[in-house]
């Protein structure tokens, strides 16, 4: 795996499964949410908010007390969006072995302090 750092890091626990026994795969995908927004905030130096989340694969499990990591970068810059594609990667509890557990694109628009979009290179006073 790459040199990188994750925006999100977080054990999953009993109440994030689904009736089946695996993570719940909304849980996942709000994990990835979160750590793309930190990304979206930060570049956009504001608030971001989602408006769409697109290209979702699940191509791996994982089980309570794995360990997630969600790497994101920008894919794509609009005149008031960003692009993030997220990668949401799990550690086995008692060990290293690593699994990509899900991927996804999230568009996020930057807003204004009235909540209105504003431009990508237009930071918030």
Not at 46 to 63: E, L, N, R, W, Y
Not at 101 to 123: C, H, I, M, Y
């Amino acid at each position: 795996m790459p040199d990188r750092s994750p925006l999100i890091r977080v054990t999953a626990m009993p109440t994030d499964l689904n009736p089946y026994g695996g993570v719940f795969g909304g849980w996942l995908m709000s994990q990835m949410a979160l750590g793309a927004g930190s990304l979206a905030s930060r570049e956009g130096k504001g608030k971001a908010v989602v408006v769409s989340a697109t290209d979702f694969a699940f191509p791996g499990a994982m089980q309570v007390g794995d360990e997630l990591s969600v790497y994101c970068e920008i894919a794509a810059r609009g005149n008031t969006s960003l692009s993030i594609t997220a990668e949401a990667i799990a550690r086995e509890r008692n060990g290293e072995a690593e699994t990509k557990v899900a991927q996804g694109t999230f568009k996020f628009v930057l807003l204004d302090e009235n909540n209105r979009p504003r431009a990508v290179s237009q930071a918030l006073a």
